[in-house]
């Protein structure tokens, strides 16, 4: 894109209009007249190139004009970009996968939508680092951090209850997703804590774990998955096939709570899957990745060239002038 320092100046291209004019004008003009009763006497002569390319060395003037006022009006071409600067964030989503997970209360079942809400988390967070922790009786790590967001979509779906010793191990699915943490240089670092129950085994308490987590700076948000009151559970009857059966939630809040609270972060309680795609949404915008970008515009100066086809088209001209049309005949 080419712009000008000077635009105002372009208006003295108008001074080319009365130059022309006024040549135009001696042109029709002419010179001394001879006054002759008859021209029959007289040879008709042929006019050679010269007669008709007299005017070129008055156009290149003009030419050479025009360019120097352009290059007056100093033109510019111009490139925009910015320069973008991001500070991310390291999370780390550690997900209940015992059996309870398998509950009606959500559609399909509290770790079907678990897996379809944190799914469209990873996406959302595009220049964040994120791993997956999975626990029930024992915790492992289902993905380190990182920005690999397929590699960590296709992780995510493979999630399944059943792969690791039954037991909701609240404790020691913390401490392992402080662990990933625990070397990190990113400035925030977060942990998103989702279970559907109480702890009941595991070898570290929720609340040690926790005050581990504060020491490192790291926050935790807890998320609290399950309806009100009944739920259907996964049970198996006495031939071995799976039936579902109506029992009490049971959620330790009040543990998930001083979790929180101990860490600077906050307890939700999803009761459907709506709630549940809401909390990680509110999570979502709480925890926002510090952009900074700086806008700018270079300038590459043109007027150099313009000059110099000045100059080529006034030392066209006065070498037409002076040499081959020096003698018209």
Do not use: C
């Amino acid at each position: 894109m080419i712009t000008f320092a000077y635009p105002r100046l372009l208006w003295l291209l108008l001074v080319v209009v009365p130059l022309a004019a006024w040549y135009i004008y001696n042109q029709l003009k002419g010179g001394a007249t001879l006054r002759m009763s008859s021209t029959d006497a007289i040879p008709r002569s042929t006019r050679s190139a010269k007669y008709y390319l007299r005017h070129i060395p008055f156009v290149l003037r003009l030419g050479a004009i025009s360019l120097m006022i352009v290059a007056l009006a100093r033109p510019q071409s111009t490139e925009k970009g910015s320069n973008v600067t991001t500070e991310g964030i390291d999370i780390v989503l550690a997900m209940d996968v015992s059996s309870s997970m398998l509950a009606r209360d959500f559609n399909p079942d509290r770790i079907g939508a678990a897996r379809q809400v944190a799914s469209k988390f990873i996406v959302d967070r595009t220049s964040d680092r994120i791993g997956i922790v999975v626990f029930a009786g024992e915790s492992f790590t289902q993905s380190p951090l990182t920005t690999d967001k397929s590699s960590l979509l296709s992780l995510m779906g493979q999630i399944r209850s059943g792969v690791i010793e039954d037991g909701t191990a609240i404790g020691n699915g913390l401490a392992t997703a402080v662990n990933r943490l625990k070397e990190s240089d990113a400035k925030s670092k977060v942990i998103i804590l989702l279970t559907d129950g109480v702890n009941n085994s595991g070898q570290i308490a929720p609340l040690t774990a926790a005050e581990i987590a504060a020491t490192l700076g790291i926050k935790v948000y807890t998320i609290g998955v399950g309806s009100m009151d009944m739920a259907s559970y996964p049970a198996m009857d006495m031939w071995g096939n799976t039936v579902y059966q109506k029992m009490k939630v049971e959620i330790d809040e009040k543990a998930l709570r001083e979790i929180a609270e101990m860490t600077g972060g906050e307890y939700f309680r999803a009761t459907d899957e709506n709630k549940l795609s809401e909390i990680y949404d509110r999570i979502n915008k709480l925890e926002r990745t510090e952009i900074d970008t700086t806008e700018y515009t270079l300038y590459h100066e043109l007027f150099t060239r313009y000059l110099w086809w000045a100059v080529v088209l006034l030392i066209a001209e006065f070498l037409l002038r002076r040499l081959w049309l020096k003698q018209l005949p």
